[in-house]
């Protein structure tokens, strides 16, 4: 049986046809969409490598079946930079090493956009490890990723400052 | 993955209709599903899926005093619904323990109350499970068992239920709302989920096409907001299931304990509720004695199930130190680390 579904995908309307109930997000994005920034780690939702933010909110893609998010707003890695211009979060990462593969990263980055806009971690650095402890990073790159996490924070509230006075 | 078909109801009652069919089953986020799916654990003929229905997603005040609670709402709401934090403190910070952000942000109150056991043969189709598969035997009783039950288990499985979130919920006599074929029904946490006996393929006291469709907390359930922990031992800091947790909940007045509310995660298959060590805090000032005589009590029923002993004395000690950090009382602000023994703010020497 085939099942339709439209999702908007970076600021794109896009139509699907699926004529398998199967297809996680997290597949139609690499193998339907070729927007393959969002990693498949683990496919089980331990890894934190396909986060995505659906509907504004950070979620493991691997563990979310296409047809059940019929209408939702998808941000891939793919839609964060404006242009050439990067994310704050993305020039953060490279500015403090936050990756050595950069397998994780682009999961590693999602989570942290989404992170910040739950509002929850602030600039403290234990309640940042805690509230990103769902992206492993097998290189190890934590130390950076902090850092980065904290400056890209910075950064924001600098500018979110700016914007308000 | 096994194929199955796909169905999206547009009202509880056709949900339940569409349930109807053997080897059908809902589907809510799918965070704890679709693993199982992708192992060949679960294998459903059918989704039903009911992420679309409306009216469930809501937290409400009801007139009496009690929070109803939509089976739809996602866990990372719930836990930081301020309103809901302040009344219900060790429920939050329990939620806030479990999983990682991303899958909080997806998970659902009603999955996470049927969410399956973690136990390692269970989800190893290669292994004999009763649970799996009723009659198959059962590896685990002499296999890796270290994080296995000590209380309520059976010959035929000693698979505990890894709910953070049932803990303290249990503790507060959390009361679940349900829909059937028979119309709406509603029973205590407490009732939900079944002890193994002989038929460890059975989680709940669900019948297969019923849904929850909410929770509800009762007035008594505000009462301990100002003394109300969670805490929770695991192999690691964060993300990660618990090896033993406790909740507790105390009403203190003019010195003196006047309700205990206590229960253990990690331990059984079924949040355990410790009613008899909540007897002997009654009337009583809240002291490390206290707490001891109490742990003590929650415990004496406790066997090891294979190489797990070691979890017997470990909840005893937890539980004296969610005693004893609930009665120094709840923090204005969840510590950095929800739960964690190892959290900067945790305010207690080692019990």
Redesign the interface.
């Known amino acids: 049986m085939n099942h339709s579904i439209s999702l908007t995908v970076n600021g794109v309307r896009r139509d699907f046809d699926l004529d398998d109930p199967r297809v996680t997000l997290l597949d139609l994005l690499r193998e339907r969409l070729h927007l393959t920034g969002t990693k498949k780690g683990c496919d089980r939702g331990q890894c934190g490598a396909c986060t995505i933010l659906v509907d504004g909110k950070r979620i493991n893609s691997c563990l979310a079946l296409a047809i059940s998010h019929d209408g939702a707003d998808i941000l891939t890695i793919e839609g964060v930079a404006r242009g050439d211009q990067l994310h704050p979060v993305q020039a953060a990462f490279i500015a403090h090493d936050g990756f050595q593969c950069g397998f994780c990263t682009p999961g590693q980055i999602m989570s942290a956009i989404g992170m910040m806009s739950e509002a929850q971690a602030g600039n403290d650095p234990e309640r940042i490890r805690e509230c990103m402890s769902g992206n492993l990073c097998r290189c190890g790159a934590y130390a950076g990723i902090v850092d980065a996490v904290l400056d890209a924070q910075a950064r924001m509230d600098e500018s979110n400052q700016r914007r308000s006075a | 993955?096994k194929?199955?078909?796909?169905v999206?109801p547009g009202t509880v009652a056709e949900a339940i209709a569409a349930a109807a069919q053997p080897g059908a089953v809902y589907?809510a986020?799918?965070?704890n599903l679709?693993?199982l799916m992708?192992?060949g654990v679960s294998r459903p003929n059918r989704?039903v899926?009911v992420?679309h229905l409306d009216g469930l997603d809501r937290i409400e005040r009801l007139a009496d005093g009690s929070l109803r609670v939509g089976a739809l709402v996602s866990n990372?709401d719930l836990a930081?619904d301020s309103e809901f934090a302040r009344s219900y403190p060790a429920v939050a910070e329990a939620l806030l323990s479990g999983?990682?952000?991303?899958?909080r942000?997806?998970a659902t109150v009603g999955g996470n109350l049927l969410q399956r056991t973690r136990c390692t043969y269970f989800y190893d189709t290669a292994s004999r499970c009763n649970k799996r598969e009723a009659g198959r035997g059962c590896n685990a009783r002499d296999g890796e068992n270290r994080s296995h039950a000590v209380l309520g288990w059976s010959e035929s499985c000693i698979a505990t239920h890894p709910s953070d979130f049932c803990v303290p919920l249990v503790a507060l006599d959390a009361v679940v709302e349900i829909e059937g074929r028979t119309g709406r029904r509603e029973i205590a946490l407490d009732e939900l989920h079944r002890l193994p006996g002989n038929t460890p393929e059975r989680d709940t006291a669900l019948e297969p096409d019923d849904l929850i469709i909410a929770l509800r907390l009762p007035p008594a359930a505000r009462s301990f907001a100002a003394h109300a922990r969670y805490l929770k031992v695991r192999e690691r800091t964060?993300?990660a299931f618990a090896v033993v947790s406790a909740a507790a909940a105390l009403r203190i007045e003019n010195g003196k304990i006047a309700e205990a509310r206590l229960a253990l995660g990690g331990v059984a298959a079924k949040p355990w509720r410790a009613r008899a060590a909540e007897d002997v805090l009654r009337s009583v000032a809240p002291t490390a004695d206290a707490f001891r005589d109490a742990a003590w009590r929650a415990l004496a029923d406790a066997k090891p199930s294979g190489d797990n002993a070691y979890k017997i004395e470990l909840a005893r000690r937890i539980l004296v130190r969610a005693l004893t950090l609930a009665a120094a009382g709840t923090p204005a602000r969840l510590p950095?680390?929800?739960a964690s023994p190892f959290a900067?703010t945790s305010g207690a020497v080692h019990a």
């Not at chain 2, 194929?3 to 796909?6: H, L």
Request: no cysteine; charged share 15%.
């Open positions: 993955m194929p199955f078909d796909y999206r589907l986020a799918g965070t679709l693993d992708k192992g989704l899926d992420t990372a930081h999983a990682s952000a991303q899958l942000n997806a964060s993300y950095a680390l929800p900067s």
